[in-house]
């Protein structure tokens, strides 16, 4: 695998569970915001299928 190629997956990988964690933040305090921050958070399985082609294309 390229040193490109393992930059960009440490990076989402540093990046993914932040932005979940700050989703899980934002809805714990502001319940309001569940059914929105949900539909933002739909883009969690594309990412986890983009890392899985780039693994596979290694």
Same mark, same amino acid.
Do not use: E
């Given at each position: 695998m390229s040193?490109?190629?393992?930059?960009?997956v440490l990076l989402l990988a540093l990046v993914l569970p932040l932005y979940l964690g700050a989703l899980?933040?934002?809805?714990l305090?502001?319940?309001r915001f569940a059914q929105p921050l949900t539909v933002c958070g739909?883009?969690?399985?594309? !990412? /986890?299928?983009l890392l899985? !082609? /780039?693994v596979a294309l290694r």
């Open positions: 040193t490109l190629a393992l930059l960009v899980g933040y934002v809805v305090r502001h319940p739909t883009w969690a399985p594309t !990412l /986890v299928a899985a !082609l /780039v």
